[in-house]
Structure formats: C-alpha cells, structure tokens
C-alpha cells in the first residue's frame, strides 16, 4: 500500500467569527489529513479565546508576517474582514502555502487580479470558500444537468433573501465598499448565484438594479438582476438582506424537469427537489433521486477537496478562472445597475471603472468619506 500523503501543517488568520464555527469544525472533521499548528488574530483577547476553544498546541501570533516566517505553514485559512483578503492572500502565496480564503476573495477584479500573479510567481494556489458547491445535493444536481438527462436548462430563479438588522450594519467593516466591497451582492448573495453559475455555466448578459431601502450604508441592501446564459437559459436573481421571511432558493427548468433547492444557509439531499416534466416517464425521474451519501455543504466538504487537489499537486476547485467568474458577474451586476445598461461577459477589464472598485465611482454611490 502506498504510504498515506503527512498531515498537511495549517494555520488561520482571523479567529473570529466564521473562523471558530466553521473553519475549526472543518479542521477538526479532517484531521488525519490537517494539523493546525498556529492562529494570527490582532485582537489579542479573541486569539486568546480561539487557542482556548482549539483546544491543542496552536501557537498564537498578532502579526500574519511574523506567523509565516516562524510556521512555514502549508495551508493558510483566511477569515479576516474582505478589505485584507487581498494583501493576507499574496503574503501567504510568496510564502509558498496554498490558501482558502472567504468569500468575497478580493474586493475587485483588479484585486483578484494580483492575486492571479502572485499564484503564478509562487507555484501555490488560492482559492475562495464557497461551500455550497459542495453538498452531495449540488454535486448530483450539477452531473444531472451537465449530462443533459434533465433537457436543455431554460429559465432560472435565484434568490438570497435574507434579513439583517441595524446592529448587523454596525460593525464599522460593514456596509461599506472599502471593507465589504458591497453590500447582499458582494456579501450574502454571492454564494447562491455562484451556485447558479457552478450549475448553468457561463453567462453572457446582465441587466440590474440595485437600491438602498432600509440601511444606512454605503452599499446596496438590496439588487435583482436579468441574466443570460451560454446555454440560451434567462435567470433572474435577487439578493437582499431586507426580507423578513428568509430563505435561499433555486429554481432551475430545464427542458424535462424543473429543480428547487430550498434552505437558509446550507442544504442536504433532501433540500432538492425533482419534478418531472408531463412527458418524462416515472422510471427514469426515480433515477433522478439523491445519491445514497448525504454530505452537508460545508466548509467541511470544501476542505477536503482541495487536499485532494493537494495531495495531487492540481489546481483546487473555487480558484483561478472558475472563481473570477463569479467576482466577474458580481461586477457586471454592480456595473449594471449604476449605469443602467446591459453589460457583457468580458467587458470589464482594466480601464473600466468598475474594475478597480464594485461602485465604479458612480457619483450615487460612492464612498460617504469621497462623496
Ligand atoms: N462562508 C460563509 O458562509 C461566511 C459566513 C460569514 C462570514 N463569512 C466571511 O468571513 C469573513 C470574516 O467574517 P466574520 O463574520 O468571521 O468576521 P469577524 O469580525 O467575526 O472576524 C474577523 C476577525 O479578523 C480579525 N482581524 C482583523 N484584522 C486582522 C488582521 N490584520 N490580521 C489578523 N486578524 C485580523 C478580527 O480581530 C476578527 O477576530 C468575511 O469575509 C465574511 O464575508 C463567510
């Protein structure tokens, strides 16, 4: 038998939240493949904590620098607020670890677009948590629509509609296109439309509008968007964190059966549903059920696909152009609803305004501290 691959050393940077509900579970669910050697926080009573609840001999350090030179980790973490992904995310690749980074990864194309050279200097690879790709329900959904056994997909719904009060919007981070990089498109919305483009593909149109409703924000609290695909299919999407009745949903027609996933922050097999077109005899919908595993979207999951990546010296899932294209729609979004017109896969590079920032200066909405 071929000797097993040696525990991968990991460290996190940022012990807050995310970090210690869902990156140490994820840890902990793979630890014959993971060791978490250290924690970077400056905030030294939340670093304190988080080594507490770690509950092993995890050295703790206020400064990232100063964790890299002394770990030489393998694997970096990265669960800071958005507005130090990008600089956390190149410190660690000119390390040589590899890094899962949250969502959003940068706050720009232009930002992700460092990133895509400082992966190609160091030969490491970063990649964006988006942890609802990874149930066995989205990946057995993906197979069936990508094989073509549910027909030609045709029109799609995606909705985030999520509600998040003033206490939420007073973490000074929040709310604002410096730190947040947006508002329920860049930070609540995203997972599910990334899940969208993961099942449709490539999109080609987007026609938007975005509005601030409720919050007093810098950024949006609530967008819908008209998108088209490759593939023919329309989509709508909505993201809003203004809705007293949450739920995640989508909703995929294909030619021969209609899709819905319904859950609030994770699904199960369980939260998919198969409804068989009128023509669509009933042996071959009951091939459609959920596979036998249920594996939870979760941090989980993802972390165990990219040490296989690992483990095999490839580029892990949710990286490189796979995970620009999702930063790409977010753009194209933001770019069509503050100038009104349809914007077009590809569009957006550099000289464009809303490469560097998702407000594209657009007088309307620019940050309070320039406006
Ligand atoms: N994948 C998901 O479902 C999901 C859910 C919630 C949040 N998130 C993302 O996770 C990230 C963090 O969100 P959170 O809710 O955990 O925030 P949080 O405020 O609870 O935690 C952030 C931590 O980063 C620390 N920090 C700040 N500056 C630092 C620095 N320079 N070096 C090291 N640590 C530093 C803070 O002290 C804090 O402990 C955000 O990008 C957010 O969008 C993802």
Not at 86 to 114: F, H, I, M, N
Not at 286 to 295: E, F, G, I, M, T
Request: proline residues 7%; hydrophobic residues 40%.
């Amino acid at each position: 038998m071929p000797p097993l691959p040696a525990r991968r050393r990991v460290a996190v940077v940022g012990t807050g939240a995310i970090v210690s509900g869902s990156h140490l579970p994820a840890l902990r669910a793979n630890a014959d493949r993971v060791a978490l050697v250290a924690a970077v926080d400056v905030d030294q009573d939340r670093l304190d904590q988080f080594r507490e609840l770690a509950g092993e001999d995890v050295a703790g350090y206020t400064s990232m620098d100063a964790m890299l030179d002394a770990v030489r980790p393998d694997l970096v973490l990265i669960g800071t607020p958005p507005s130090l992904h990008r600089e956390q995310t190149v410190a660690a690749l000119k390390a040589g670890a590899w890094v899962l980074c949250e969502k959003p990864l940068t706050l720009s194309l232009a930002e992700y677009d460092e990133i895509a050279a400082a992966e190609e200097a160091s030969g490491a690879y970063a990649s964006v948590v988006f942890q609802h790709r990874y149930g066995s329900g989205a990946v057995h959904a993906r197979d069936l629509i990508a094989s073509g056994e549910l027909g030609a997909p045709l029109v799609a719904h995606c909705q985030t509609t999520w509600h998040r009060d003033a206490a939420y919007y007073a973490v000074p981070w929040r709310g604002k296109w410096s730190t947040e990089g947006g508002g329920p498109t860049m930070g609540h919305g995203i997972h599910q439309y990334d899940l969208l483009l993961h099942l449709l593909g490539p999109w080609t149109e987007v026609r938007a509008m975005a509005a601030r409703l409720v919050h007093d924000t810098e950024s949006e609290d609530v967008s819908t968007a008209l998108v088209r695909f490759e593939n023919g299919a329309l989509a709508t999407v909505v993201n809003s964190v203004l809705s007293p009745d949450e739920v995640s949903r989508l909703r995929i027609d294909c030619a021969d059966a209609t899709v819905e996933l319904t859950h609030l922050y994770g699904h199960r097999n369980d939260d998919w549903v198969y409804t068989p077109a009128p023509h669509v005899a009933s042996d071959r919908a009951a091939a459609w059920r959920a596979p036998a595993s249920d594996v939870p979207s979760s941090h989980t999951a993802q972390l165990g696909a990219l040490l296989d990546a690992y483990d095999n010296g490839v580029r892990p899932p949710n990286s490189g152009h796979e995970a620009r294209a999702t930063l790409e729609f977010a753009a194209a979004l933001y770019k069509a609803a503050f100038t009104g017109a349809p914007v077009h896969a590809g569009e957006i590079g550099p000289g464009d305004p809303f490469y560097p920032s998702m407000h594209g200066e657009h007088p309307d909405w620019a940050p309070k501290e320039s406006a």
